[in-house]
């Protein structure tokens, strides 16, 4: 079954508001990873966050991991117009080469 | 630097007919490489993996089959398409060490 599971929003919000999407998944996993994908493009590794860790930042991205209730969250800050996009969580168990992603929150940042 | 390249980037194709997606990455040996399915408004579905020359594991029964005859290259292909074969194909490779995937930029298949 497909581990990681994002809260199925579509986000629209003002430039300069903060975004907020979350993530929950099944199954214990050795790291999270956001990727970010522009309408009808490949996705783009943004930021992976491991099973011991509870908080990374990268940029205005700011990713959370509460491995007791199995759930992540990204935060955008700031937000920027070129931040529309789909943002998918990927969730890796370890040692089976896979990556469970979600079914994506799009977000559309109005300038 | 590491490069991937997917092609064709769009692909318009009957009922029945054959597929052949090509997939080939440049600047790492030995990657990781996966083909993953889009369909619209959807999240990823994982098909095949690879680890190496010949060897592929299959995560989705269906029409579809995989093969890697060269170390950075791995092509995704079809005897006879599906309607239910539409969609968006994502090739992607993995880092070893950061276990990050890098993905091509896709390759739109829709089947009339």
């Known amino acids: 079954s497909q581990q990681g599971e994002e809260d199925p929003q579509a986000l629209s919000i003002q430039e300069g508001e903060n975004a907020t999407m979350n993530c929950s998944y099944k199954?214990?996993?050795?790291?999270l990873q956001w990727y970010r994908q522009n309408s009808g493009r490949g996705l783009v590794h943004l930021i992976l966050i491991r099973s011991n860790e509870r908080e990374k930042h990268s940029g205005r991205l700011r990713v959370t991991l509460d491995t007791s209730k199995k759930s992540s969250s990204l935060l955008i800050t700031a937000s920027r117009a070129a931040d529309t996009a789909s943002y998918f969580c990927?969730?890796?168990?370890?040692?089976?080469?896979?990556?469970?992603f979600g079914k994506g929150n799009q977000v559309v940042v109005i300038p | 630097s590491q490069t991937i390249h997917q092609w064709p980037a769009t692909l318009v194709q009957p009922v029945g007919s054959p597929l052949s997606l090509e997939c080939t990455v440049e600047g790492t040996s030995n990657p990781n490489l996966y083909w993953y399915r889009q369909a619209a408004g959807r999240g990823l579905q994982l098909l095949f993996y690879s680890v190496g020359i010949g060897q592929i594991s299959s995560e989705v029964p269906q029409n579809l089959s995989a093969s890697r005859p060269q170390d950075r290259q791995f092509i995704l292909s079809s005897k006879k398409l599906l309607l239910s074969d539409s969609g968006f194909y994502l090739c992607?490779?993995?880092?070893?060490?950061?276990?990050?995937?890098?993905f091509g930029e896709g390759s739109r298949l829709t089947v009339l």
């Open positions: 990927a969730t890796d168990g370890g040692g089976n080469n896979r990556l469970a």
């Open positions: 992607a490779w993995r880092a070893f060490y950061t276990g990050e995937l890098f």
């Open positions: 199954t214990s996993i050795n790291n």
